[in-house]
């Protein structure tokens, strides 16, 4: 997928929320973005809805438009850690877990536990299986039957 994402100022992805369900000029979008005319027309052919009328004028709809603006923002992406690493909250630092352990929760969340490499303290974070497991479910297995 090669969606093109534009970069939107922090003031426009705040006002936006407040467009109405109305149709804007592009001038009077980009006052109350504070945004560029420029930029905006960029938007515009880079994707943004927007109508053109007979006349050759562009009509904006707010709520489309605000939609629009949030489509573009990046998906919060929180680190993906390897199976075997974990948030030491001691170290305040990401670390690779000596001896983790993976225990089943419920369907595809596990439980990982290992200790920390640099201080030594049990770490203990959640996860979930990707569709393919393989290994790792074995010795969970075997965990759960010693338990
Ligand atoms: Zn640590």
């Given at each position: 997928m090669t969606t093109r994402r534009v970069r939107i100022p922090h003031y426009a992805i705040v006002k936006a929320?407040?467009?109405?369900?109305m149709l804007y000029t592009v001038s009077e979008l980009s006052t109350l973005l504070r945004v560029p005319d420029r930029t905006l027309r960029d938007w515009l052919s880079m994707g943004a809805p927007h109508t053109r009328d007979a006349r050759g004028h562009l009509w904006i709809n707010g709520i489309e438009f605000a939609t629009w603006i949030k489509s573009q923002r990046k998906p919060q992406r929180t680190r993906k850690l390897e199976r075997n690493q974990a948030y030491c909250l001691r170290c305040n630092q990401v670390v690779e877990m000596i001896d983790p352990k993976v225990f089943r929760i419920k369907g595809k969340l596990v439980h990982v536990r290992g200790k920390c490499p640099v201080c030594g303290c049990t770490i203990n974070r959640g996860d979930r299986l990707a569709e393919s497991v393989s290994g790792i479910t074995s010795a969970n297995d075997q965990h759960l039957r010693a338990a």
């Open positions: 929320p407040g467009l109405l369900c």
